[in-house]
């Protein structure tokens, strides 16, 4: 995974600065998103690993499949990917792709864990706390885990905090 | 030691009691491969070299290479049970473990657990195992003795308080023997001595410890154990972990004594590491940076000074020095000096002492090689009595070991030349001393000053150990309060030396050898 990140990139960086100049990174971010869902795709992973399966059949069958949904740029990138037979890392170049793209926007993503559903206010205040202490726009995805007991759990990328009882269960167990 | 169930539950009611529940902030990544005791963990982009990391399961790990994708990690202990996804968490600290007082006496693996089976190790005091090594400020010349109790080391090779003195020798040739006799001759010194045993079997280790105890020598040492089937990671770390536990004693303005057995061992657990983690091999595959492993540890062997005690104890140790000494050893193969890591650890330390196994199997032990054994330091640390005396014991040996080789052809010898081979046949045998007997001060200027006035020219040379043993005897029965006053003092001026003349006549008088 960590050497896939490594191939990846390039790729990534080369994407993300085009989509710059030309000022469409939203776009840029749909059509990644879309081909790196199609390459999940059980059926499709069969044919592009498929040796059988020749350069031009697979640039013929990838351009009809998506052909509503990318435009030229895309194209010649997916073409591009074929050339060089690192179709496989599309997810990862997606996923790099948002982290320079939300990185330049000055935004992060956080997931708020929580052991029950949040109400709007309590959302808007752990954004506004969380902007504080990361000086950076907040992106909240909330979503609920009982297994937290009670509390939240906070999660920026690496950085995690974890305010949630069953967390502090662990450290009491730990010190005991 | 055993609780009670009552007693327990009143430990963890405490604990509960001094539990501040806070919410904690930290960097986590995930497990993406299990290899061979190494852990690739995708994430943690906050990662320090060397810090600690956690694993679910109360398993740690040591953070060694950071790349810009991931984290190689090294398990200190078991890795099994880990498995690709599970959530690595960074801890913020570097590698610590117990250091004090209470460990003396205890055996402890190369993270401060005991393992002796007299339960937990009661101080609360932790020390980083990597810590950098005393500036030059900070420093004092080495100018006092460490006794190790042998003759042929002490009178030749002389060991100073703050010395580097390496032990080299193929296996089976007493290195070790050397070092539990060093411990044993500490006893009512006051140094602390440190053993730390490095990719040994189990049962080297207990029978190591037995004797010690056996000689009352465990009161003032700590053993750090990373056995043979313990992790590489562990074998790694020990000897900073035994270091750490020294320095403890030599910033309070004590002194120590480390014993690293052996180093050969650490850098072949640093290789397997390092060859694991994907880094470079270099000559006889070590990475490029075993030299600095070994110097960065021996550097850590120091004499401090009295003003860098006192600011290091906050002005609670006034007036004293501290010191750390190492005795690490190395392990030849067929008596290859020139191999990389002997190179390396000849280069770093202040001397050696050369074990070799022809010399142990002719009986002359310990095997020390007089000719290629040195202390670039020790010198200046001698007490006046060994200094005088075994300066005379080394140009014998040396001039001895000369004609020997060319003697041999010889078939008449000029007079001169016949009495310089037997004043070295006989000081040769004077040199041997049995295992776990180690001598004081005194008792080894009786003896050197024996071989010096020529007592034992006149001796049969199978006799001179015999002579020396009932002269050491008749001494301690006869000159008791000699011997104390040349312990005490170290002098060895002429008043002392006209009494041990003269007590070496009146015995020889007695005739009962």
Redesign the interface.
């Known amino acids: 995974?960590?050497?896939l990140?490594?191939l990846a990139r390039p790729y990534a960086e080369a994407v993300f600065k085009r989509a710059k100049e030309l000022g469409n990174s939203q776009e840029w971010s749909d059509t990644l998103a879309f081909l790196s869902a199609i390459m999940q795709d059980e059926s499709l992973a069969a044919i592009v690993n498929n040796p059988r399966v020749g350069e031009d059949k697979l640039t013929a069958l990838l351009l009809d499949i998506c052909q509503d949904q990318i435009t030229g740029e895309a194209n010649n990138f997916l073409k591009l990917l074929i050339e060089n037979g690192r179709l496989k890392l599309l997810p990862q170049i997606a996923e790099l792709f948002e982290n320079y793209k939300a990185d330049d926007e000055g935004y992060v993503d956080v997931d708020v864990i929580t052991a029950y559903a949040l109400t709007k206010a309590e959302e808007q205040s752990f954004a506004t706390s969380l902007k504080k202490k990361l000086n950076k726009e907040i992106n909240i995805h909330a979503s609920v885990d009982k297994a937290l007991i009670g509390g939240f759990l906070v999660?920026a990328?690496?950085?995690?905090?974890?305010?949630s009882i069953s967390?502090?269960l662990q450290?009491?167990a730990?010190?005991? | 030691m055993q609780l009670n169930p009552s007693e327990i539950s009143d430990l963890i009611k405490k604990r509960i009691e001094n539990f501040d529940v806070n919410v904690e902030a930290h960097t986590e990544g995930t497990v993406v491969s299990v290899t061979d005791g190494i852990i690739r963990v995708h994430g943690l982009s906050q990662a320090m070299q060397g810090e600690m990391l956690e694993f679910p399961g109360n398993s740690y790990g040591m953070a060694l290479n950071l790349e810009r994708d991931s984290v190689g990690v090294v398990m200190l202990g078991a890795y099994q049970h880990i498995t690709e996804g599970d959530t690595v968490k960074c801890t913020g600290k570097i590698l610590e473990v117990p250091v004090g007082e209470a460990l003396l006496g205890r055996v402890v693996d190369a993270l401060g657990n005991a393992i002796d089976g007299k339960g937990e190790i009661d101080t609360d005091q932790m020390s980083p195992v990597e810590k950098i090594a005393p500036g030059v400020i900070a420093r004092k010349s080495v100018d006092q003795p460490i006794q190790l109790g042998l003759k042929s080391i002490d009178a030749m090779v002389p060991v100073g308080r703050g010395q580097r003195e390496l032990i080299i020798g193929d296996r089976q040739t007493g290195k070790t023997a050397i070092a539990i006799d060093a411990i044993i001759n500490q006893k009512g010194t006051g140094i602390k001595c440190i053993y730390v045993a490095i990719g040994q079997k189990r049962s080297s280790i207990s029978n190591v410890v037995r004797k010690l105890e056996e000689h009352g020598a465990m009161a003032h040492t700590i053993i750090v154990v990373a056995s043979a089937s313990e992790s590489a990671a562990l074998q790694f770390i020990a000897p900073y972990t035994g270091c750490s536990m020294g320095e403890y004693f030599r910033d309070k303005g004590e002194d120590a004594l480390i014993i690293y057995d052996d180093l050969t061992k650490q850098a072949w657990a640093y290789r397997q590491m390092s060859l694991l983690l994907r880094r470079p091999p270099g000559r006889e595959a070590y990475p490029g940076d075993v030299f600095y492993i070994h110097s960065r540890l021996l550097e850590r062997a120091s004499r401090i000074s009295v003003d860098e005690v006192e600011k290091i104890t906050g002005g609670k140790v006034k007036g004293k020095t501290g010191s750390l000494t190492a005795l690490p050893i190395i392990e030849t193969q067929g008596g290859d000096v020139s191999a990389f890591v002997p190179t390396n650890v000849i280069s770093i330390t202040d001397g050696q002492i050369f074990l070799e196994s022809d010399l142990f199997n002719s009986g002359i032990r310990p095997a020390v090689n007089a000719g290629l054994s040195v202390s670039r330091v020790g010198g200046a640390a001698q007490t006046k009595i060994i200094k005088k005396l075994g300066g005379g014991t080394r140009l014998d040996l040396a001039q001895y070991r000369e004609l020997a080789a060319f003697a041999q052809f010889a078939s008449d010898l000029d007079e001169s030349t016949r009495k310089q081979i037997e004043r070295g046949q006989r000081v040769t045998e004077l040199m041997k001393q049995n295992q776990y007997s180690p001598m004081s001060v005194a008792e080894m200027g009786v003896s050197l000053h024996a071989a010096n006035e020529g007592f034992l020219d006149d001796l049969e040379v199978n006799k001179v150990l015999d002579f020396e043993a009932a002269l050491q005897s008749y001494m301690k029965s006869e000159h008791a309060d000699l011997l104390k006053s040349i312990n005490e003092t170290g002098d060895y001026s002429n008043e002392i030396k006209q009494a041990i003349q003269s007590a070496i006549e009146t015995f020889i008088k007695t005739n009962s050898w």
Do not use: F, P
């Open positions: 995974m960590s050497e990140a490594t999660k990328g690496d950085s995690v905090i974890d305010g967390g502090q450290q009491l730990k010190r005991i």
